[in-house]
């Protein structure tokens, strides 16, 4: 088990930068892959970027890549998502999430979510 609790959303202008930030606790936090997923008002909820346990290996959806770096701290237990270049369509409930198995595109574990809005 492990619990996610995300901080750093806010509301910003468009071109503005914000990093969120994830912390776990509970069991090791390196043993568990992460992700950064967001949902907008009437949308479906969407991954944003994701990581492997060690930091080597990232994947990012196609709207923000070149804009958002996703990273983590394991000594922290701690994973961020860098955000760059914000746009109004950025705006969203942005959660962290966890799984500890790779080849499924499920996640055990979610945060509360933090809530982003970018104004034109």
């Known amino acids: 088990q492990v619990q996610l609790v995300e901080s750093g959303g806010g509301l910003v202008q468009a071109g503005d930068s914000l990093r969120l930030s994830c912390a776990a606790s509970?069991?090791?936090?390196?043993?568990?892959?992460m992700g950064w997923f967001r949902q907008a008002p009437g949308k479906e909820r969407e991954s944003v970027a994701t990581?492997?346990?060690?930091?080597?290996?990232?994947v990012y959806a196609d709207s923000v890549k070149g804009r958002f770096t996703i990273s983590r701290d394991n000594a922290k237990n701690t994973v961020y998502l860098e955000m760059n270049s914000l746009k109004p369509e950025d705006t969203a409930v942005y959660y962290c999430?966890?799984?500890?198995?790779?080849?499924?595109?499920?996640?055990?574990?979610w945060g509360q979510g933090t809530q982003v809005t970018v104004s034109s």
């Open positions: 999430a966890a799984k500890t198995r790779v080849f499924t595109t499920e996640y055990d574990f």
């Open positions: 509970g069991r090791t936090f390196s043993s568990y892959y």
């Open positions: 990581i492997n346990r060690s930091g080597a290996s990232t």
